[in-house]
């Protein structure tokens, strides 16, 4: 959403994005970012192999003209994950979703019909949620709502939906760790995809391993949100024009009219 999750998702100097001017090094071996903002030091030597399967359907353009999208270190830290472009989710997107699956299909999306994750994997037996198959909108939350109404024709006959805990009455950043936060978020509980598969994967691993994953991917999050606010600190920013409603301009061009 940079899931940015609602599935998350730096700046294109050098606080990270991937696209740079040309002539500056890039870490063409590792995590294809500018050398001077290098995760590679902060990044697993191998992808984490999980039991968990992730599916992210990533909107076309989530990743090239979203550069806080965490997409590509998402990619480059899990194993077992199966990234697909598009905007809906249907029967011939991939054969890893059929219906029915053998096993539990999660919709992670914070939709009023979600239940809350951790109370879906407690009250769950271990044989029935193992080898999840989780899926993840990426994409603006705009993006990601369009995405989300537009596949659940097709998915609302077998998946479960869950969410993070999120609280849309309170205007935020993640609440789970505000030095993660990529940008500023709608409301508490939004978080960028790839801290959202982190907290999930918690969850959904077997005991003992979700939270090394967790982890890991967190201390990879951290590092590029740490590059991100030193460039920030050292940019100026211009204020933002304030954007004024249609009725409040008729409003005031009336009274001068009327003076």
Do not use: Y
């Amino acid at each position: 959403m940079d899931l940015d999750f609602p599935l998350s998702s730096a700046s294109d100097d050098d606080g990270g994005d991937t696209t740079t001017p040309p002539g500056r090094a890039i870490c063409h071996a590792g995590c294809g970012r500018p050398s001077r903002v290098c995760l590679c030091p902060h990044m697993p030597r191998s992808p984490l192999h999980t039991s968990t399967t992730v599916v992210v359907l990533h909107h076309p353009h989530a990743v090239h003209r979203n550069p806080l999208s965490t997409l590509p270190l998402l990619a480059r830290c899990l194993a077992n994950l199966h990234l697909l472009p598009g905007r809906r989710l249907r029967p011939s997107s991939t054969p890893l979703i059929p219906p029915p699956s053998p096993n539990p299909v999660l919709l992670l999306f914070p939709s009023p019909a979600a239940s809350d994750l951790a109370s879906w994997c407690r009250s769950t037996p271990p044989s029935a949620r193992s080898n999840p198959i989780l899926l993840i909108l990426d994409g603006t939350w705009k993006q990601a709502k369009e995405m989300h109404a537009a596949s659940l024709p097709f998915l609302s006959s077998f998946v479960i939906p869950v969410s993070l805990p999120v609280d849309s009455g309170v205007d935020g950043d993640s609440m789970f760790e505000s030095e993660l936060v990529v940008k500023k978020e709608p409301h508490k509980g939004c978080v960028s995809t790839m801290e959202a598969v982190a907290r999930a994967l918690r969850l959904l691993e077997p005991e003992g391993s979700g939270a090394e994953v967790e982890e890991t991917m967190v201390r990879v999050l951290r590092a590029m949100v740490a590059f991100q606010s030193q460039h920030l600190q050292h940019r100026a920013m211009k204020p933002r024009v304030k954007l004024r409603k249609k009725k409040d301009i008729k409003r005031e061009e009336e009274m001068k009219r009327n003076a």
